[in-house]
């Protein structure tokens, strides 16, 4: 797909044509799509976050981890709790979810 911009899209609101590309085996583009949904507050970027926390390579699990983080919505948390139960081995996952859900309960809101 040549020409892919996740942050165009992601301004336009194009989360259909976002979710044909998230988390379907392409680390760059999931890469792409993590960094243009951190620092948006729509549901549609919240929502290819999580399923890319679902679906990712470790890379792009750890950069969703703190994108979500960054976001700060209380629901990230949940999702967030079980990644920390089943990557307890991960140091470096362990920190950025310890650093994802510190800045969740600093921003306290939905």
């Known amino acids: 797909m040549f020409g ?5 899209l992601v301004k336009e609101g194009k989360w259909d044509k ?11 583009k999931d ?4 960094a243009a949904c951190a620092g948006s507050q729509e549901d549609g970027a919240y ?3 999580i399923s890319i926390l679902d679906s990712g ?6 950069a969703a981890v703190k994108a979500l983080g960054e976001q700060g919505r209380a ?3 949940t999702h967030l709790m079980h990644l920390r139960d089943t990557h307890g081995d991960n140091a470096e996952m ?3 979810l ?6 969740i309960h600093k921003h306290g809101h939905q």
């Open 75 to 77: 629901s990230a948390a």
């Open 57 to 62: 390579s470790e890379k792009c699990k750890l």
């Open 94 to 96: 362990m920190q950025a």
């Open 98 to 103: 310890d650093e994802a859900l510190e800045n």
């Open 4 to 8: 892919f911009h996740a942050e165009k």
């Open 31 to 34: 890469l792409q799509i993590v």
């Open 47 to 49: 929502n290819l976050l």
């Open 18 to 28: 976002l979710e044909t590309v998230a988390g379907k085996g392409d680390e760059e």
